[in-house]
């Protein structure tokens, strides 16, 4: 007998993670790459437990202990989303706490906003109301590991305006999205 086809399947979610240190303009791009694709945007900072939020805010970069629980929450949310796609602004910054992301929700795409010291520098100088110190950029980018090959990877470069990284980051997930 044919096996049946399930005519109620519909298109997988696209499920992305904005990615990168402090500064790289994850809430800012992933903000307008989810509007521009029709998708909910969360900003993983208001996922963070309280715990972390006055640790950073006090200077003190987040360890490994202080980022799995909020790994866990980032993973679930996107596991769970029931819209076409998500966007979630989250650092990511190790394979490790990627492969957390990997284990809640396996066809995340991993969107990474990479820049220079310079440039993250000058962005953090001239943000000002938020909670995160221009300090702790240094910690961000000792713990940053760059996408593997191996992994379902989009990276821009920060230097451009913000209306060509929308374009970019847009074309770059519809095409990772279609792989
Ligand atoms: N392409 C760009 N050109 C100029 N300014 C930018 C660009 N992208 C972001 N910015 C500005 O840089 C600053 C940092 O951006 P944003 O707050 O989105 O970064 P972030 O990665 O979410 O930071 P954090 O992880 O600390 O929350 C903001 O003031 C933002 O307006
Ligand atoms: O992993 C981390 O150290 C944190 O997620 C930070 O990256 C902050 O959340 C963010 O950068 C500040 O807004």
Known sequence: MDTPVDTTAG???TRVI???VSGSG????????????????????????????HKMAA??????SDRWPWLEIVGDELANTKAAGIVIACSALKRSYRDVIRA?????IFLHLDGSLEVLGSRLEGRSGHFMPPALLASQLATLEP?????????IDISAS???????????I??????
């Open 18 to 20: 904005v990615m990168g």
């Open 104 to 108: 809640k929700a396996p066809d995340t």
């Open 174 to 179: 519809e095409l990772a999205a279609a792989r």
């Open 147 to 155: 996408l593997g090959k191996d992994e379902n990877a989009v990276v």
């Open 26 to 53: 994850k809430s800012t791009i992933g903000a307008l790459v989810a509007d521009a694709m029709g998708f909910p945007f969360l900003d993983g900072d208001s996922l963070h437990p309280l715990a972390n939020i």
């Open 11 to 13: 298109t997988p979610a």
């Open 59 to 64: 200077g003190i970069p987040l360890d490994d």
């Open 162 to 172: 913000i209306t060509e990284l929308l374009a970019q980051a847009v074309a770059g």
